[in-house]
T-cell receptor, first 116, second 111 residues
Framework: DTGVSQDPRHKITKRGQNVTFRCDPI?????LYWYRQTLGQGPEFLTY????????KSRLLSDRFSAERPKGSFSTLEIQRTEQGDSAMYLC??????????????FGEGSRLTVL | LAKTTQPISMDSYEGQEVNITCSHN???????ITWYQQFPSQGPRFIIQ???TKVTNEVASLFIPADRKSSTLSLPRVSLSDTAVYYC????????????FGSGTRLSIRP
């Protein structure tokens, strides 16, 4: 297993365009998380899935953002009608549901979005 | 979720021991304390996790006093490659569904 992979690593788009990011988690991990990170800030929680169910969404996630995890495997994060304020690193992470203790989060390398 | 407070930045020199303290006054009984490290243009990486007293692994030690209202990440004999941002997180698995990161501590190591 090569860990969490994200694609593309870099995306430059014009304002108003739609973009989609893909995340392939570690295969046995049933929890998948999306975060957004801007320069100098910590990762901001966007949403998370347990298997294919999207269980929580941040208020940061406007109507222009949508995430899916069909079949509980890979996930996609789509941003419609991008704005310059969407420019950020989008991080995906996965972990096992370990019951009583907090499981380690495994992050991908991120997808950097630049909106011109 | 318990809020955490860490220093914004710290500086040290190669070969020194670095201790980063995190305050979490409202930690709950079932909460664990977890530390992550992040290098520029990479996702955070798990360093260590503990519940009480002391935990040590090949990378770091984590000291947690009896009241658990704070914790200290200890990095022995740091090198330039330890320059990174370090995040302290507090949460318990079943309720910490949305794992929240703070702003972290930016550690700079000088030769």
């Amino acid at each position: 297993d090569t860990g969490v992979s994200q694609d593309p690593r870099h995306k430059i788009t014009k304002r108003g365009q739609n973009v989609t990011f893909r995340c392939d988690p570690i295969s046995e991990h049933n929890r998948l998380y999306w975060y957004r990170q801007t320069l100098g800030q910590g990762p901001e929680f966007l949403t998370y899935f347990q298997n294919e169910a999207q269980l929580e969404k941040s208020r940061l996630l406007s109507d222009r953002f949508s995430a899916e995890r069909p079949k509980g495997s890979f996930s996609t994060l789509e941003i419609q009608r991008t704005e310059q304020g969407d420019s950020a690193m989008y991080l995906c992470a996965s972990r096992e549901e370990t019951g009583a203790r907090t499981g380690e989060l495994f992050f991908g390398e991120g997808s950097r979005l630049t909106v011109l | 979720l318990a809020k955490t407070t860490q220093p914004i930045s710290m500086d040290s020199y190669e070969g020194q021991e670095v201790n980063i303290t995190c305050s979490h006054n409202n930690i709950a009984t079932n909460d664990y304390i977890t530390w992550y490290q992040q290098f520029p243009s990479q996702g955070p990486r798990f360093i260590i996790q503990g519940y009480k007293t002391k935990v040590t692994n090949e990378v770091a030690s984590l000291f947690i006093p009896a009241d658990r209202k704070s914790s200290t990440l200890s990095l022995p004999r740091v090198s330039l490659s330890d320059t990174a941002v370090y995040y302290c997180l507090v949460g318990e698995d079943s309720s910490a569904s949305k794992i929240i990161f703070g702003s972290g501590t930016r550690l700079s190591i000088r030769p």
